[in-house]
């Protein structure tokens, strides 16, 4: 029997983030339902190619082959899809050797409302709609981007990166930033740098990244040659005086990251390009780009940065 979901973490993944269903998304906008599933029936043999999470998923699944004996993470697919020509889906999920047996089909509809259900800390689609939905609903939802799918085998370290304001954090700050000038969002958080931030719509995922960092450096305490399976980063345009509060934030969490850039507005593809995550999460679309075009952007559509483009 599977290990009880609410004891696990949990990522939920949309078929459109984990394959790329582009043919067959054009087959349903341009000819209908009917097209669409007697394509899928069609290729039902034909496994789908990896899509933009692909790569992170994979990774991430193989923390479980790292602590076999708790397996910790699982991952979750929630789909659009009915169950009829979602048999696809799941038989390229069984060519690839991706460890997924949960799942939900639904035939149409937004699977936002089911992301507590499955007690996922992170819902992932290319769906722009359903993950809007999600955060205002105050569940953990991210956009995946169109990018070119880079999944190198030998590469077996997992990349995660996260913008700090609107993603990991609250969007109090940005506000103060936005409405004002740099000098009075420094004067502000150099004056609160005492004080954390209230969690973001990611806080949960990364304070659960760090927990599996702890299951390591337990794993390294005991066997000093055990190779780290995952490394995090903060990549935020934050600089001095305003990083000491980012600092307090996590301090007062119990959590911390690999690396942690603070880029004084910096573009950020420049550190991007060197750390090569294998996904990138921020709530700015004008972050969420790449000149080689091969980093997985994920836009978390939350707070201020969205309201007058959503």
């Known amino acids: 029997m599977p290990y009880p979901i609410d004891r696990k973490f949990v990522i939920a993944v949309a078929s459109s983030a984990l394959f790329d269903l582009r043919a067959s998304d054009r087959v349903f906008r341009e000819e209908g339902p009917k097209a669409y599933r007697e394509h899928q029936e069609a290729h039902l043999d034909e496994p789908l190619d990896k899509g933009v999470a692909f790569p992170f998923v994979r990774r991430f699944l193989d923390i479980n082959e790292r602590f076999s004996e708790e397996r910790p993470v699982e991952v979750v697919l929630l789909s659009r899809n009915s169950a009829i020509t979602g048999k696809r889906v799941f038989r390229s999920i ?4 991706l460890d997924i047996s949960r799942a939900a089909f639904l035939e149409g509809k937004s699977p936002y409302s089911y992301i507590p259900a499955f007690n996922a800390s992170l819902f992932l689609s290319a769906n722009e709609a359903d993950v809007s939905q999600a ?4 569940y953990p939802a991210g956009t995946v981007l169109p990018t070119d799918v880079v999944d190198d085998i030998a590469d077996s370290e997992l990349r995660v990166a996260f913008d700090f304001d609107g993603v990991i954090a609250d ?18 958080e150099s004056s609160r740098s005492h004080i954390p931030h209230s969690p973001g719509p990611l806080a949960d995922l990364f304070q659960k990244l760090a927990f599996m960092q702890n299951l390591e450096d ?3 305490q005991k ?32 959590v911390s990251a690999n690396e942690v850039f603070f880029l004084g507005g910096m573009q950020k593809d420049r550190i991007l390009k060197v750390l090569k995550p294998h996904i990138f999460f921020d709530d700015q679309r004008t972050h969420l780009e790449s000149e080689g075009g091969s980093i997985p952007m994920v836009h978390i559509p939350f707070g201020l940065a969205n309201e007058s483009v959503e």
Do not use: C, M
Not at 135 to 138: K, L, N
Not at 174 to 188: A, I, N, S, W
Not at 228 to 246: F, G, Q, Y
């Open 218 to 220: 337990r794993a390294v």
């Open 171 to 188: 969007d109090a700050s940005e506000r103060v930033y936005k409405e004002g000038e740099l000098d009075d969002f420094h004067e502000h």
């Open 223 to 254: 066997d000093p040659g055990y190779q780290r399976i995952l490394r995090t980063a903060i990549v935020t345009a934050r600089n001095a005086p305003s990083h000491e509060r980012v600092v307090t934030t996590l301090e007062h969490w119990g």
């Open 94 to 97: 069984v060519h690839h050797g």
């Open 135 to 138: 955060i205002d609903y105050g």
